[in-house]
């Protein structure tokens, strides 16, 4: 089956610096690719949708100057969280969708990220 | 505001016996149900999807959807101590791939 990895799987940054998490499908071409965030015993909470080739669309309330997003090719798409502090850390899981997905949304492992 | 509601649990039942998950959603436009299973610390897994009123039976898994009353449910047969996770219940507007909206939730404990 389709499989989309997501890298790192843990990162630890101190407050005030940047963090890279990528996302990549690997056996299919995703055309769409959505970043959530998910906080200890909560539910995913979609951040940005995002579309190879195209800036991203956030959702209501996401900082879109502190979430950077970049789909810049069909099979990896890269989520920056820029100024870091403590309360961003939390659990993101990208998720994928293309042209031989159908209707199923992979998603990646996702990545511990926290902020010290 | 779309919403998609779980009851939190934890739902604890006996090994072997029958869990029954249930979810409801306020977007009558809804077109796609997914059931999605989530270990602590990991990503969520898809067990079942599932687009049209009625069952579908996958395995020990049967999803139910009931469009009119905005409802769907799992129900896990023979129930297993791997069972025991959160199963989330996700919902999109559209009938092809596109963006999930997920309730919060449902812990089940499956008891030896």
């Known amino acids: 089956g389709a499989v989309v990895s997501q890298h790192p799987s843990r990162v630890i940054c101190k407050s005030g610096t940047s963090v890279k998490i990528e996302c990549r499908s690997l056996d299919f071409q995703a055309t769409t690719m959505f970043w959530y965030r998910q906080f200890p015993k909560q539910s995913l909470m979609l951040m940005a949708t995002s579309n190879e080739g195209s800036k991203a669309t956030y959702e209501q309330g996401v900082e879109k100057d502190k979430f950077l997003i970049n789909h810049a090719s069909l099979t990896l798409s890269t989520l920056t969280v820029t100024s870091a502090h403590p309360e961003d850390s939390s659990f993101y899981i990208c998720s994928a969708a293309g042209d031989t997905s159908g209707n199923t949304i992979y998603f990646g492992e996702g990545s511990w990220l926290t902020v010290v | 505001q779309k919403e998609v509601e779980q009851n939190s649990g934890p739902l604890s039942v006996p090994e072997g016996a029958i869990a029954s998950l249930n979810c409801t959603y306020s977007?009558?436009?809804?077109?796609?149900f997914f059931w999605y299973r989530q270990y602590s610390g990991k990503s969520p897994e898809l067990i079942m999807s599932?687009?049209?009123?009625g069952d579908k039976e996958d395995g020990r898994f049967t999803a139910q959807l009931n469009k009119a009353s905005q409802y769907v449910s799992l129900l896990i047969r023979d129930s297993q101590p791997s069972d025991s996770a959160t199963y989330l219940c996700a919902v999109a507007n559209t009938g092809t791939a596109s963006k999930l909206t997920f309730g919060t939730g449902t812990r089940l404990q499956v008891m030896l």
């Open positions: 977007d009558r436009g809804s077109q796609s």
């Open positions: 599932i687009y049209s009123n």
